[in-house]
């Protein structure tokens, strides 16, 4: 099934990042527009695709993820400013026939991303 879905994984505490304000802008002519906003569930995932069907686009995106906010809740002793707050991942659709899965691995000092399945 095509469709766009993302979870954020918590390395620093080795858990999933629940209660992760995520949101999901559209680039077109390098404008952003914003399709959704959600937060993560107990599992670090989202209740359900951020993008399915005909919304689901060839395109360019952006995932904005409130990470700074989610290790303050956790009693994360944060520099002010926090050395890492909100996590932008731009990336493209190619292929609208796929499943697009972008997870973010975070702790308050790095992160990555990879293209899941």
Excluded: K
Aim: with cysteine; hydrophobic share 40%.
């Amino acid at each position: 099934m095509s469709r766009l879905t993302t979870h954020v994984l918590d390395i620093a505490h080795g858990r999933p990042g629940r209660d992760v304000q995520v949101d999901l802008y559209r680039i077109v002519d390098n404008q952003r527009s914003l399709l959704l906003s959600t937060i993560t569930n107990p599992d670090g995932r989202c209740d359900s695709p951020l993008l399915e069907g005909a919304a689901f686009q060839a395109g360019v995106y952006e995932l904005d993820f409130h990470i700074g906010d989610y290790f303050a809740a956790q009693g994360v002793a944060l520099p002010e400013p926090r050395f890492i707050d909100v996590v932008t991942l731009r990336f493209g659709v190619a292929d609208t026939s796929r499943h697009y899965h972008v997870p973010l691995v975070a702790s308050p000092w790095s992160y990555s991303t990879y293209r899941g399945s």
